[in-house]
């Protein structure tokens, strides 16, 4: 979950903090947090529910129900609570529920966010209509493709400004050649 949360970061705080007219920021300078944004909009005990069932190469499905809760919001920091269950991994064992308390700041420093440019991995963007409980909502999407020798990770991540926690969809493939090593999909089911 961590790691995904970093990426998500990682993925949207680049071209959110870039436009045509403006250079890309300086290591060193600050930058709008997109966990931040994503959940500064919205009062206290507004909540998110996912669902994200994750299908190993050998057919063995995880799935878990991941609930996340603005707990504090201010003007420097959100503080949002994850709470998930069901089958998950944690330390390569099988946990049936967790709960953590995240802080993300408002900013943050663009060194802490930046992608490097690296030839094994390719980034693209674009807009998408996508359906949530019979209603369609406009996102954004950004995919990320990274190989490392015969390893190839694809992850597709799709988010909304209206949404608490902005991450509508997110979908996550590993191959090791020919063969599927994990399938995931994490999708919204409901917000409050």
Do not use: C
């Amino acid at each position: 979950m961590r790691a995904a949360v970093l990426l998500l970061a990682v993925l949207l705080a680049v071209p959110a903090a870039l436009s045509a007219a403006e250079p890309k920021p300086k290591a060193d300078e600050m930058v709008n947090n997109p966990p931040y944004a994503h959940w500064s909009a919205f009062k206290p005990g507004t909540s998110v529910t996912q669902r994200e069932v994750v299908t190993l190469g050998n057919g063995t499905k995880l799935e878990q129900k991941i609930t996340t809760k603005l707990i504090k919001r201010e003007k420097d920091k959100v503080v949002v609570e994850t709470t998930m269950t069901g089958d998950a991994l944690a330390n390569g064992k099988l946990v049936e529920s967790t709960k953590t308390i995240t802080s993300f700041p408002a900013k943050v420093k663009m060194s802490d966010v930046d992608t490097s440019n690296d030839a094994s991995m390719t980034v693209t963007e674009g807009t998408e209509d996508v359906d949530v409980k019979g209603k369609k909502v406009s996102t954004e999407w950004v995919e990320a493709v990274s190989k490392n020798g015969d390893w190839v990770v694809a992850q597709k991540e799709w988010t909304a400004r209206d949404v608490p926690g902005g991450l509508i969809k997110r979908t996550i493939s590993q191959k090791r050649g020919d063969t599927v090593v994990s399938d995931s999909v994490l999708e919204l089911v409901e917000y409050k």
